[in-house]
C-alpha cells in the first residue's frame, strides 16, 4: 500500500483541487498491480509548490538556477521495495500545472496526475537520460496513466 503524505504551499492549490492527500492516496489505488505494492507500507512525501521554491531547491540540489514543473529525490537510489520503506520526495510547481489559468478542473488534474506519476517513478529509480530508459519510463507512464483515468473523471 502506498502512503502519500501531502503539503501544500500557498492557496492556490487548495483552489485547484480540494483534499489533496485524499485525492492522491485515492490515485496510487488505481495504479497497476505492480506499482500498488499492496503488502507492504510504502511511504512518499509530495510537496505542492510554486515556482519560486522549486527554483531554490533546483539550485541547491542540483545546481540548476532554474524552476521546473517537478522534482523528485529518491530517498536511497539503490534500495529495491521491501516491506516498508520510504520511497523519497516530490516536489511540484502550481505554476507549471495551472498554464494556461483558465484550465479546466479535468485538465488541470489530468495534467498533476501525470507529472504525478512521472515523478513517482523516479522515486523507483526510472529515468530518461538515455534513449532506452526514456522509452521504458515513458511506456510505465502510459500504462499507469491509463489504468488511471476513470478515476480522474
Do not use: A
Amino acid at each position: 500500500m502506498i502512503k502519500v503524505n501531502v503539503l501544500s504551499e500557498g492557496k492556490t492549490w487548495s483552489k485547484k483541487l480540494k483534499k489533496k492527500e485524499y485525492f492522491f492516496n485515492n490515485l496510487c489505488k488505481f495504479f497497476p498491480k505492480k506499482f500498488q505494492f499492496k503488502q507492504k507500507k510504502i511511504y512518499l512525501t509530495l510537496l505542492l509548490s510554486n515556482n519560486e521554491n522549486i527554483k531554490k531547491l533546483n539550485k541547491k540540489f542540483r545546481n540548476k538556477n532554474k524552476h521546473t514543473d517537478i522534482l523528485s529525490f529518491p530517498f536511497n537510489q539503490k534500495s529495491k521495495v521491501s516491506k516498508e520503506i520510504y520511497l523519497g520526495d516530490i516536489i511540484i510547481s502550481i505554476n507549471y500545472m495551472n498554464k494556461p489559468k483558465n484550465l479546466s478542473t479535468y485538465d488541470f488534474k489530468e495534467r498533476v496526475v501525470k507529472i504525478f506519476i512521472h515523478g513517482f517513478l523516479h522515486l523507483l529509480n526510472f529515468d530518461h537520460i538515455k534513449e532506452k530508459d526514456y522509452t521504458k519510463m515513458f511506456k510505465e507512464e502510459q500504462k499507469i496513466f491509463k489504468s488511471v483515468q476513470k478515476f480522474i473523471n
